[in-house]
């Protein structure tokens, strides 16, 4: 009997991590999703498995090693082989330069770099004797530019967007699919709507991100072929400036 195919989804939120793990669900890929509370989670596996699908939600810190290393293991030993992992944990947040703490810029770099190669370095570890896999890094407008407040979140970007290009160079040869989608504009989330209402009215015109279409596009970069593989997809609404 074949083993059931694994989508861990690492910092799977509300909005775009939840999505992701919907849509790999609907293709018939067991939806193994992280938070640091499991709890939080049990909303998005009933989602899932009321629409037929599989889940199995787990609490974990994406920013601790011994967390990481156990959470593939066990996946691994007890639901199936991980062929897609898709690393999206945020750290999104904003200090002046000269009010900004050492525990504060510590903390964004550990969420949204270092958790970022832990998670890529245990998976490769299993992906690669299979030779099969496709590991998807969530990045930022900042994971391009550094912009007035965001220092910290911007260095942790940067950082990440370099270990998705080097890790895509190296497992690339041994048919791991490394991409990073770099999300660029506001998306549709209870946090967008309360805090930034005249953002949000823009969703009429098709002027923020909605979830579902970016995973919509995670599915497709899974799906591409080896001979036309993408490394980095940018998303934006269409009104987005850049």
């Known amino acids: 009997m074949a083993q059931a195919k694994v989508a861990l989804v690492i910092g799977a939120g509300e909005a775009t991590g939840g999505a992701i793990a919907r849509r790999f669900a609907r293709e018939g890929f067991i939806a193994c999703v992280t938070r640091r509370s499991a ?24 920013r601790r090693e011994e967390q990481v290393i156990e959470l593939v293991q066990s996946i691994e030993r007890d639901i199936g082989p991980i062929e897609v992992c898709v690393f999206n944990v945020g750290g999104n947040v904003r200090f002046p330069i000269r009010e900004m703490t050492t525990r ?8 949204a770099a ?3 190669f832990l998670a890529g370095r245990e998976v490769a570890k299993v992906m690669v004797p299979r030779q099969r896999g496709t590991i998807l890094f969530t990045g930022a407008t900042a994971s391009l530019r550094g912009g007035k407040g ?15 290009q080097s890790m895509a160079r190296e497992l690339g040869p041994e048919g791991i699919h490394i991409a990073h989608v770099v999300v660029d504009g506001a ?14 009215a823009l969703k009429e015109k098709a002027g923020i991100l909605d979830p579902e279409a970016i995973a919509e596009n995670y599915w497709q970069l899974h799906r591409q072929p080896r001979s036309a593989w993408t490394h980095e997809l940018d998303l934006r609404p269409w009104m987005e400036a850049w």
């Open 114 to 116: 270092l958790a970022g």
């Open 39 to 62: 709890d939080k989670l049990q909303p998005l596996v009933e989602s899932i498995e009321k629409a037929g699908g599989k889940a199995r939600a787990f609490g974990s810190d994406a």
């Open 187 to 200: 998306i549709d989330t209870p946090f967008i709507r309360e805090n930034f209402p005249e953002r949000y």
């Open 104 to 111: 504060v810029y510590t903390k964004v770099w550990e969420m």
């Open 150 to 164: 965001f220092a910290a979140f911007a260095g942790a970007k940067h950082a990440l967007r370099a270990l998705a």
